[in-house]
């Protein structure tokens, strides 16, 4: 059975920095990144990498947060530095299964950034 695990949100004021982690597992995975759902607001990509290490990002949040994944730990992680209240959503991990293409969604792991 595929679990993705969140970690790392919080409360951080503007300006500070966070780190999400994803593990992921029961799987083996593509693609893994991170979206985000602000209240009022659709669901959007925050950033994504393949397994081989491309990544790409939101316009909002380029220059600003940094993707990474340890392939051996089905692990993805965010670092996110110079918060903008702005930035204030849940955050959900997601995962593209490497034999099947389905996506797969964490529960969401929330971030508040304060002004």
């Known amino acids: 059975q595929v679990q993705l695990v969140e970690s790392g949100g919080g409360l951080v004021q503007a300006g500070g920095s966070l780190r999400l982690s994803c593990a992921a597992s029961?799987?083996?995975?593509?693609?893994m990144g991170w979206y985000r759902q602000a209240p009022g607001k659709e669901r959007e990509l925050v950033a994504r990498?393949?397994?081989?290490?491309?990544?790409i990002y939101g316009d909002s949040v380029k220059g600003r947060f940094t993707i990474s994944r340890d392939n051996a730990k089905n692990t993805v992680y965010l670092q996110m530095n110079s918060l903008k209240p702005e930035d204030t959503a849940v955050y959900y991990c997601?995962?593209?299964?490497?034999?099947?293409?389905?996506?797969?969604w964490g529960k969401g792991t929330l971030v508040t950034v304060s002004s």
């Open positions: 029961g799987s083996r995975f593509d693609a």
């Open positions: 997601n995962a593209a299964g490497y034999y099947n293409g389905v996506d797969y």
């Open positions: 990498v393949t397994s081989g290490g491309v990544a």
